[in-house]
C-alpha cells in the first residue's frame, strides 16, 4: 500500500510568483485536504476535496485554489506568491464516507518565497 | 479564537519518565481528538485517537486521557525514550468528513 506522497520536496519563488504543489493520495482514499504549517505553528487547514469536488474551505484568500483529479490526486496552486506563504505544505488523504477519521499526511512541501 | 488550547509549549522529560501534554478545546460539538507526531522535516503521523464516550485509550507506551465535562484531554508517555522526541499535535474534528483544527504543539524532547 502506497502512502501519501508530494511533490516537490523543496521549493523556492520570488514574490508575485505562482506555484503549484502536487499530491496523490494514499490508495482507496477519496478525500484529500490541504494544510499550511508556518514554522513553530500547528498546521492551518486550507480547503478539502471529496470525489473531485471543494469539501470546504478554512480562512485562506482565493488566490488559494485547488484540484482533484479523477484518481484522487490533488493540486494547490497559489497565486501572487507573498512573503508569508512560506510555509509547510502538507496534503492528507482519507477514506471519506462513514470512515472519515483518520487522515494521513504526506511529507509536505517546504515552500520559501523570497 | 483558538479552538483547541495546547500546552506546554516544550517539554524536557529525562528517559524512562512520563511525558504528559495537555489540550483544551472550546467546542463541545467535536467528537474526534486525535494526537500526531511530527518528526523535523516529515509530516505529522496519527498516533493515537480518542472520541469523548470514552474516558481513556492506551496503545502501547501511549495513553490518551479524556475529561468530556472539562473539555480537556491530555496525552501520557510512558517510559519516555530519546526516540519520542519530536514535535506532538493535538487536534480535533467536528462530525463527519471534516478537517482537523490542530494545536500549536508541544516540542518534546527526551534527554538520557
Known amino acids: 500500500e502506497t502512502g501519501v506522497t508530494q511533490s516537490p520536496t523543496h521549493l523556492i519563488k520570488t514574490r508575485g510568483q505562482q506555484v503549484t504543489l502536487r499530491c496523490s493520495s494514499q490508495s482507496g482514499h477519496n478525500t484529500v485536504s490541504w494544510y499550511q504549517q508556518a514554522l513553530g505553528q500547528g498546521p492551518q487547514f486550507i480547503f478539502q476535496?471529496?470525489?473531485?469536488?471543494?469539501?470546504g474551505r478554512g480562512n485562506f484568500p482565493p488566490r488559494f485554489s485547488g484540484l482533484q483529479f479523477p484518481n484522487y490526486s490533488s493540486e494547490l496552486n497559489v497565486n501572487a506568491l507573498e512573503l508569508d506563504d512560506s510555509a509547510l505544505y502538507l496534503c492528507?488523504?482519507?477514506?471519506?464516507?462513514?470512515?472519515?477519521?483518520?487522515?494521513?499526511f504526506g511529507p509536505g512541501t517546504r515552500l520559501t518565497v523570497l | 479564537q483558538q479552538q483547541v488550547k495546547q500546552s506546554p509549549q516544550s517539554l524536557i522529560v529525562q528517559k524512562g519518565g512520563i511525558s504528559i501534554i495537555n489540550c483544551a478545546y472550546e467546542n463541545t460539538a467535536f467528537d474526534y481528538f486525535p494526537w500526531y507526531q511530527q518528526f523535523p522535516g516529515k509530516g505529522p503521523a496519527l498516533l493515537i485517537a480518542?472520541?469523548?464516550?470514552?474516558s481513556e485509550k492506551k496503545e502501547g507506551r501511549f495513553t490518551i486521557s479524556f475529561n468530556k465535562s472539562a473539555k480537556q484531554f491530555s496525552l501520557h508517555i510512558m517510559d519516555s525514550q530519546p526516540g519520542d522526541s519530536a514535535t506532538y499535535f493535538c487536534a480535533a474534528r467536528f462530525p463527519g468528513n471534516t478537517p482537523l483544527v490542530f494545536g500549536k504543539g508541544t516540542r518534546l524532547s527526551v534527554i538520557a
Open positions: 476535496y471529496y470525489r473531485e469536488e471543494e469539501n
Open positions: 480518542i472520541r469523548p464516550d470514552v
Open positions: 492528507a488523504s482519507s477514506p471519506g464516507g462513514a470512515v472519515a477519521d483518520t487522515q494521513y
